[in-house]
């Protein structure tokens, strides 16, 4: 078995990440690595190529994943798979077309299969980038790329299946008699910022749930002014992501012990990825208000025409006027209002209660295998096993939740 987990840096620092080369396999040109350590791969034409994306994900911009991989506990040590335009020759910049930040299948679920898995980019979505100049020849050049470096397969985790990077690859794999498998299928919420804002929200949430929440807003207001702030340039976001995690800090969060601000590196990788973002105009804090009082922030990503709402904290001592689903009003006007974005994407969970009746549009994900060959026991061997970890641990999460509402009963 070749353990691609060996590939990986050993050790890493959030201030100062290593320098480690690590290659798997080369492709025409011996001089460039098929498979490298993330932090290796040239920033400046990673950036190029995330502005020329067949389709959004910031979650794999370069200041975000670079930032998760040196930083956040557990999601360190990521490789890279890459594909560089052969064309390309000095002076002339080299051409990133294909990335797909990754890790191991035994790194990533302990099985023991020559495979990469999507790496976790705190951000549930694990979508490669590919160069929409001709996203079909990328795709096509990442599988062999893969194949070159002794992968049997790929697998894609929270990849959006109507989109156009997986249609690529599927249609690639199409030319080897291969197809896609589907290991998890689900639907989280989503918004389309083309509409009116107005409209979408009397749609969605009817009369009275509105009239209802402008009463919670006037009871709020009671405590000073209400007002929606957004955090746009690097020294405000500083400023306000500190707010943010003071509030997500107040409430269940801190009490699970899940609050970012409760890990330094969950924290640290915050604060580089965001510092990093705003340079860019990717990353923007938006806050709500009550007088002088933060009552609730949102950490939201823009990529492309899409954004990409990270987080949320709220003040648990004004939670009868629903500060969440007040910044979630503003946030939608907020988008809606920006010709720049055309989606976007909660990365919440299938069943949030908060977003799913406000943001009506469903994104369609899952986690989807690509075999790299023909008739490979090895890939029927990762399905089963990928297919028995999801069954089994959706069993234990059902366990979990059946057990925290017997306990808030109790």
């Known amino acids: ?29 011996e001089a460039t690595p098929v498979l490298s350590a993330l932090e290796d791969v040239d920033a400046e034409a990673w950036h190029a190529l995330a502005d020329r994306a067949a389709e959004p994900n910031g979650y794999y911009l370069p200041g975000w994943e670079r930032a998760v991989n040196a930083c956040a506990p557990g999601r360190g040590g990521a490789l890279a798979l890459t594909v ?16 797909l930040p990754a890790t191991s299948a035994w790194r990533a679920f302990r099985i023991p299969v020559a495979a990469l898995v999507s790496a976790d980019p705190y951000g549930v979505l694990g979508t490669p980038l590919l160069d929409a100049a001709d996203s079909d ?19 894609l985790r929270d990849v959006a299946l109507d989109g156009p990077a997986l249609a690529a690859l599927t249609r690639s794999l199409g030319t080897d008699g291969l197809a896609p498998r589907l290991v998890r299928r689900y639907a989280r919420a989503g918004l389309d910022a083309m509409q009116d804002a107005e409209a979408l929200l009397r749609d969605a949430l009817g009369a009275k749930k509105l009239k209802e929440l402008r009463r919670q807003r006037h009871r709020l207001a009671e405590h000073g002014a209400v007002a929606f702030a957004v955090a746009r340039d ?13 509030l997500e800090a107040s409430g269940w969060k801190a009490r699970r012990g899940t609050a970012m601000a409760q890990s330094p590196g969950d924290a640290a990788f ?6 990093d973002l705003s340079v860019r105009g990717a990353c923007e804090i938006v806050t709500l208000s009550a007088g002088a009082t933060p009552v609730a922030a949102g950490v939201v990503l823009r990529h492309l025409d899409r954004a990409f709402w990270f987080k949320l904290g709220i003040d648990q001592r004004f939670a009868k006027f629903s500060p969440g689903v007040q910044l979630a009003l503003e946030l939608t006007r907020h988008l809606c209002a920006d010709p720049r974005i055309r989606f976007a994407d909660s990365t919440a969970s299938p069943d ?20 790299l060959r023909r008739h490979d026991p090895a890939v029927e061997l990762l399905h089963l096993a990928l297919l ?9 999460r059902g366990i979990v939740h059946a057990l925290r509402r017997w306990a808030r009963r109790a």
């Not at 078995?1 to 492709?27: F, I, N, Q, Y």
């Not at 908060?354 to 986690?367: K, V």
């Open 1 to 29: 078995m070749s353990d691609l987990a060996d590939l990986a840096p050993k050790s890493r620092t959030c201030a100062s990440p290593p320098h480690a080369v690590a290659a798997a396999g080369r492709g025409a040109d």
């Open 84 to 99: 560089w335009d052969p064309v390309a020759a000095p002076p002339a910049p080299r051409r990133l077309i294909a990335l």
């Open 137 to 155: 020849a990328a795709a096509h050049a990442l599988l062999v790329q893969a194949r070159a470096a002794g992968l049997h397969a790929l697998v």
């Open 234 to 246: 690097p020294d405000e976001v500083a400023r306000a992501l500190e707010v943010f995690f003071t």
């Open 270 to 275: 915050l604060r580089r990825a965001s510092a």
């Open 352 to 371: 949030h209660p908060m977003i799913n009746p406000i943001w009506r549009q469903r994104l369609a994900l899952g986690d989807v295998l690509l075999p």
């Open 388 to 396: 028995a970890r999801r069954y089994g641990r959706d069993a234990a």
